[in-house]
């Protein structure tokens, strides 16, 4: 009984440690943090993450049940209840700008720094924010790039306008007179995959010379370099839904694509 009791002390004790806790953490809140939540018209213990494509919207189509959802999530002056941020794997575009297509569609107020997207966490990968990358994908790379912290970027077109030969799969975009010289372009020491291209062949071709040539796609290959270059992938999902009755393929399928046309 007296082991039991002395328990009970030390249960009591600690629970008052954790709420005294509490109350030192939630004073020092800083104020970034409630600049981030200035949304949420009061302290919660809990907070959502919201997957988006599927869930809450198809393509441009917001699922019903969704925006009945947040209209019970804002209170009476649209100040989130809880904390919430949404989560997708889709990339190819800014924080900014997804916070404004969910605004619209959900028809509550979203803020870009409650949106993660596939590429946010290359933020943290700042060994490579100095380095020349190639990124592939479609929409405002470069400024996706640049927003994540890269600082040397090199695109897909830019690569093919310096050099003209590399991409022949289109007929039209074969050079049709005199062969123009290449221009010189810094050695690539990443690739960047943000989300399926528009053009596969020609991103798939000139990917591959990048890694075969290390990072030099103009230079012959004359022997294969292990390991390649790095080659960072911000999203492997394979299908999506979109409005359409099956899913839609997506960037993971380019992906694979692009692994096994380099390993072939």
Not at 174 to 203: C, Q, Y
Request: a positive charge; glycine letters at 6%; charged letters at 20%.
């Amino acid at each position: 009984m007296a082991e039991m009791f002395s328990r009970w002390n030390m249960f009591r004790i600690g629970w008052r440690g954790v709420k005294l806790s509490r109350r030192v953490t939630n004073a020092a809140v800083s104020a970034q943090t409630q600049r981030r939540y200035s949304t949420v018209s009061s302290r919660a213990l809990f907070g959502l993450l919201f997957d988006i494509d599927g869930v809450l919207v198809r393509g441009r189509t917001p699922i019903p049940a969704a925006k009945q959802c947040f209209r019970n999530l804002v209170d009476g002056d649209g100040k989130y209840r809880v904390p919430v941020v949404f989560v997708t794997n889709a990339g190819n575009s800014l924080r900014e700008t997804k916070a404004e297509q969910l605004s619209h569609l959900l028809e509550v107020e979203v803020s870009p720094d409650q949106v993660v997207l596939s590429h946010s966490p290359l933020r943290v990968f700042t060994q490579f924010h100095d380095l020349c990358v190639l990124v592939s994908g479609q929409g405002p790379v470069v400024e996706v790039a640049h927003n994540v912290g890269f600082k040397n970027v090199v695109t897909i077109d830019m690569l093919r306008e310096a050099n003209p030969l590399l991409d022949v799969v289109d007929h039209n975009r074969r050079p049709k007179h005199l062969i123009p010289p290449s221009m010189d372009l810094p050695p690539i020491d990443a690739v960047v995959l943000f989300g399926e291209p528009i053009r596969w062949e020609t991103n798939l071709q000139l990917i591959t010379d990048v890694l075969l040539t290390n990072g030099r796609p103009g230079n012959p290959v004359t022997s294969l370099h292990y390991p390649h270059i790095p080659v960072l992938a911000c999203n492997m999902d394979l299908l999506w839904m979109a409005e359409a009755k099956n899913p839609r393929s997506v960037s993971g399928r380019y992906f694979f694509q692009k692994e096994q046309h380099f390993l072939k």
